[in-house]
């Protein structure tokens, strides 16, 4: 089977098992179906698409994967870049839209005593200054290592397999610009489900709104892997957006008027943020024959 075809395929598997779990999860209640610990499920699809297509097509993950690399520079972008900038954009718009103040958790106002009381299902206890930013700080590490594991099992389908064979059949921009698409529209069928579900958030507004922010990460990601070629960055890149992404409002209480109004501005700011910056990379990119010289030399080497 030719490598256009092999992309079909692979499409074809990663979306219809996502429909599949979607659907299950969609018809025993949505988000608040007694499986929706199930939605971990989603992250290994590509994994196992690409197994699929190793074993039963001959279409191996390509060999230009440089597993050993794990460059420094690159580290601190895939860790920053997406979160430091849903940030930038998103602290001031909360601050508008609550006359000026953060809305913090009550609990992160210090006692008299100085001591700060953490909820309950926290399990921090009381905690000095000190000790709430070390928790907060080791809370924030492990989340995005976990995170960035179940981010690994879906960048070896994207990234690292279907991307290069796109820009093999097209060229880098068109290949990252189709591969990102293609990654938003695979989440759509969570969103409809419940799987991605955003508090207080109509479902047609997620899916109206965050496939946009999903696209522009994609080209972000795809972006940092044809600087890398290294499946460890574009991992942490994605597990940095989700576990870093919107870190500051997990610390804010809920408004208690306006909290829909809220929720709709703060997606638009987060998801239209990742869009801009998307695309600020994707207008300077060019098409290095380079890059398509190593993703046919690979694919050919991968049938050898």
Not at 29 to 51: C, E, N, R, Y
Not at 163 to 177: A, T
Not at 199 to 226: C, D, E, H, R
């Amino acid at each position: 089977m030719n490598e256009k075809n092999n992309i079909l395929v692979f499409i074809a598997i990663t979306f219809s098992l996502s429909i599949l779990l979607s659907l299950f999860i969609g018809f025993t209640g949505g988000h608040d179906s007694k499986f929706i610990w199930l939605q971990f499920a989603s992250m290994p699809i590509p994994a196992i698409t690409v197994l699929i297509m190793t074993n039963l097509f001959k279409a191996p993950v390509l060999k230009e994967i440089k597993w050993n690399k794990l460059p420094v520079y690159w580290l601190v972008l895939a860790l920053l870049l997406m979160p430091v900038t849903i940030h930038i954009t998103c602290l001031p718009l909360i601050k508008f839209l609550n006359n000026g103040v953060f809305p913090w958790q009550t609990w992160l106002k210090a006692k008299e005593e100085g001591l700060y009381i953490s909820p309950n299902n926290f399990g921090w206890g009381s905690l000095t200054s000190g000790e709430l930013i070390f928790k907060i700080f080791i809370n924030a590490l492990t989340g995005v290592v976990i995170v960035s594991v179940l981010a690994f099992l879906e960048e070896v389908g994207w990234r690292a397999w279907m991307l290069p064979r796109l820009i093999k059949q097209f060229n880098v921009r068109k290949g990252i610009f189709i591969g990102s698409l293609i990654w938003a529209l695979w989440h759509v069928p969570f969103m409809l489900s419940g799987i991605l579900y955003l508090k207080a958030m109509p479902t047609y507004l997620i899916v109206l709104i965050n496939p946009f922010g999903i696209f522009g990460a994609g080209l972000v990601i795809s972006w940092l892997w044809t600087k890398t070629k290294s499946l460890w960055i574009v991992s942490i890149a994605h597990g940095a957006l989700n576990n870093w992404g919107q870190y500051a409002f997990k610390y804010m209480q809920d408004s208690k008027t306006n909290l829909q109004s809220q929720q709709i501005w703060l997606s638009i700011g987060v998801n239209g943020s990742l869009l801009i910056l998307g695309l600020l990379i994707f207008i300077t990119m060019k098409n290095s024959s380079d890059d398509k010289t190593t993703a046919n030399m690979s694919i050919a080497n991968s049938r050898a």
